[in-house]
């Protein structure tokens, strides 16, 4: 099993520390990993990106041109990567955005209220974290368990008061589609 999983948006959208998440969430599940993080010169507004491979055998290479699973956070990350999504892939996307136009029927997409939820909880940059618990729930990739372990070690100190929210908005994207397979 390898999965290819792509995490796209703006910077600012939190796009670097939902891989760095995902990506120690699988190691300590024993899964081999690979994250190839990347993001323009802006500090904010500009392009980021992070694929993240997570495989039960050693992986071949850290790049790839296709993926299995695309989490687009923004518009321009659901035009842009669409296409790169394979047979009987995986798109996850934030309900504010329009419905993407895919040529493949075998794609399976997901809605996911991420801005939505973040806002109920007036945590305004905490929809990185409802699509991380919704990814969760849908892919069965990681364990919601170790997700939340794995938040709460690797916030950086300056972010520490952020924690409790950002669990409680994973599992809140997470309850959205625990009874889904991927």
Known sequence: MESRVLIAGSGGQGIIFMGEILSWTAMLEAKEVTSFPSYGVEKIGGFARCLVIISDEMIGSPVSDVVDILIAMNKWALEKFTQKVETQGLII??????????????????????????????????????????????TKLVKLKTLLHVLEVRTPEHRIDSIEINKRLIKEGYKLFEDKKG
Request: aromatic share 6%; glycine share 4%; proline share 4%.
């Open 93 to 138: 996307y934030d309900s504010v955005l329009k419905t993407p136009e895919i040529q493949d029927s075998s794609i399976r997409t997901y809605r996911v209220p991420a801005s939505e939820k973040a806002l109920c909880h007036n945590a305004l940059k905490g929809s990185n974290m409802v699509m991380l618990g919704a990814f969760s729930a849908i």
